[in-house]
């Protein structure tokens, strides 16, 4: 499970208020630097190529979720961030509405063949609305990785 394995209550944002993907990207990726998560010098790098995969096509997967991604061979395993935007932001979402949540995920190179299957497995267990309910209420990140856990069947 590569959201639960790879999440860390340090980088989840919660109560964040974005209008652009840019500021997004910027906030998150500043985050994973003070983390230790990727390093300095491949900030720009990895959000240039997280801004080409959105304008080849929006990761804004609808029902309020947007799981943008791209590979790295900066990373050595998956980077996993997630922002709750309460007010919602527009995120070009293939259903047009705002986007909530957002897992951005940054992939090593060597782990291509996990990459899809990984985002299939947000995808799914981000469908259910339940969570998605449970997860635009918390007011801090303290909750979100047990609510996660709880739907994910992650002993």
Known sequence: MILFNNLKKSNILVNARFKETT??????????????????????TIKSALTAREKSMTTGIGKGLAIPH???????????????????????AIDEKPVYIVVLIVFPESKMSSHVKALAEIAQIMNNNELMQKLAAFKSPDGVLKTIKSFSNVE
Request: aromatic share 6%; with cysteine.
């Open 23 to 44: 500021a997004l990207f910027d906030e998150l990726l500043n985050l994973a630097v003070k983390n230790g998560e990727i390093q300095l010098d491949d900030f720009e």
């Open 70 to 92: 791209c590979v790295s061979p900066k990373v050595k395993k998956p980077v996993v961030m997630l922002a709750i935007i309460n007010e919602g932001m527009n995120f070009a």
